[in-house]
């Protein structure tokens, strides 16, 4: 690792006991990869469990901008993982996260196929795949309340939620301009003297 920094010259995330190993990312985005279940906002609480909670590589706030990051880039909010790998050991790392989050999905494709339609018809699987999307709707509530107290930090930010929730919900606004809204506010107010970085 010391030598991918030095070649590299990225710096590790200054936050947590110690450099991520880049196997340890690897294994870990393989796990996610593995487990990750229904809309890609699920994968807030794995990371926010892995990366802030468990590993402590993350926090809540670098959390945040890695999902920005993801939501503003072509492709899924996988993507997030690239970002995070790329934070953590450079371009290798970037690497190693995307393949570890993204190979589990083909091999899973490759071999649940030609059970496909036996699945599909089954009453057991649906009761089951019910359970599934209710236990990941209740992750995405979860994770949204604990990044949403440390995002909303003042009056304008909670001022800015308030307005980009009524417009997500009653317009139904696209997120990648409801993020570039929130860019544009936040330089405003940082040039206004109002906020600090």
């Known amino acids: 690792m010391a030598l991918l920094v030095a070649v590299t010259g ?4 200054p936050v947590g006991p110690g ?3 880049l196997e340890t990312l690897f294994l870990t985005f393989l796990k996610i990869g593995s487990v990750l279940y229904g809309s890609g906002y699920v994968l807030l609480a794995f990371l ?3 990366f802030v909670v468990r590993l402590g ?15 503003i880039t072509p492709g899924p909010v996988f993507t997030t993982a690239t970002f995070i790998g790329y934070l953590a050991g450079g371009p290798l790392g970037a690497v190693l996260a995307t393949l570890g989050i993204f190979l589990p999905a083909f091999v899973f494709v490759a071999a649940v196929n030609p059970w496909v339609p036996r699945i599909r018809n089954s009453q057991w699987a ?4 019910d ?5 990941a709707v209740g992750l995405m509530a979860g994770v949204s309340l604990v990044l949403g107290l440390d995002a909303i930090v003042d009056v304008p930010t909670g001022v800015l939620g ?8 009653r317009y139904r606004v ?17 040039l206004l003297g109002i906020a600090s970085v």
Do not use: S
């Not at 809540?60 to 990051?69: F, I, W, Y």
């Open 19 to 21: 450099p991520p190993a």
């Open 126 to 129: 649906a009761g089951l795949l």
């Open 174 to 190: 696209n997120t990648t301009w409801l993020i570039a809204g929130g860019a544009v506010f936040g330089m405003a107010l940082y």
């Open 10 to 13: 990225i710096a590790l995330f």
């Open 48 to 50: 926010r469990n892995d």
């Open 57 to 71: 590589w993350l926090t809540n706030e670098q959390l945040l901008d890695a999902v920005a990051v993801g939501q």
């Open 162 to 169: 308030i307005v980009a929730g009524f417009l997500l919900f």
């Open 131 to 135: 359970g599934v999307n209710v236990t």
